[in-house]
């Protein structure tokens, strides 16, 4: 079965300053992956995916994000950060289940904290 | 806005009681995903309708879940006897194509006292 692990619960970084959120899956086949964004009582806002092909992913708000295969990850990246970005940040794979979907597994999220 | 909507945005009841949210995905979607989300965790997958079609459902829907899209628009999801272990945040979501991004709804929150 595929997972998704976020190795950092919290991240505080100040407001200028890069930020690279850590994404790490488990997926036997090639995987779809998507970076989602959740502000506090909100639903989940697509920042970017990737399907197939460049491997460096640009998104929405500047972020990026670059697929390595050899290292199962998808690390979410942003050379500036601003204090809007302040949120909780979600990385997903996309598996086909066999029934016509294709489910997404979620990782457990990782919140930011923007210091001004 | 054409975004995915869900109503009600909040909902508190008390144990026992049955439950009804609803969920109006992106017009062109024929893909419908209902997530639940707890706290400190990532949406987990409860189920998926294809049209009017529910062609898939999680081991977390419990006999007490039940969802529906009749005519292939609209969605509800009904939880029945709820338990405190449903407190949660409902989320739905749509997509157009097999394998494409899926667009989420803000959400219904439920808190069961």
């Known amino acids: 079965a595929q997972s998704v692990t976020q190795p950092d619960i919290h991240i505080t970084v100040s407001e200028g300053a890069s930020l690279e959120l850590r994404c790490n899956y488990s997926?036997?086949?090639?995987?779809?992956l998507f970076w989602y964004v959740q502000s506090p009582g909100q639903g989940l806002q697509l920042l970017l995916k990737?399907?197939?092909?460049?491997?460096l992913v640009q998104g929405i708000k500047g972020f990026e994000a670059e697929f390595k295969r050899s290292q199962s990850s998808f690390n979410l990246r942003k050379p500036s950060v601003h204090w809007s970005d302040a949120a909780e940040y979600f990385c997903?794979?996309?598996?086909?289940?066999?029934?016509?979907?294709?489910?997404?597994?979620f990782g457990k999220g990782t919140k930011l904290s923007v210091i001004p | 806005d054409t975004g995915v909507s869900q109503n009600p945005r909040h909902k508190i009841t008390k144990r026992g009681q049955n439950v009804t949210f609803r969920c109006d995905p992106i017009?062109?979607?024929?893909?419908l995903y209902w997530y639940r989300q707890t706290l400190g965790q990532g949406p987990e997958f409860l189920t998926y309708?294809?049209?009017?079609?529910?062609?898939?459902k999680s081991r977390l829907l419990s006999d007490r879940f039940s969802a529906e899209r009749p005519k292939g628009s609209f969605s509800t999801l009904e939880i029945q006897r709820t338990e405190q272990g449903d407190s949660a945040m409902y989320l739905c979501?749509?997509?157009?194509?097999?394998?494409?991004?899926?667009?989420f709804g803000p959400g219904t929150r439920l808190t069961v006292t």
């Open positions: 990737y399907f197939s092909g460049d491997t």
């Open positions: 309708f294809q049209n009017e079609a529910q062609l898939e």
């Open positions: 997926y036997g086949a090639t995987p779809y």
């Open positions: 017009s062109e979607h024929n893909r």
């Open positions: 997903a794979v996309a598996a086909y289940s066999g029934a016509g979907s294709y489910q997404l597994t």
């Open positions: 979501a749509s997509s157009l194509e097999q394998g494409s991004e899926q667009y």
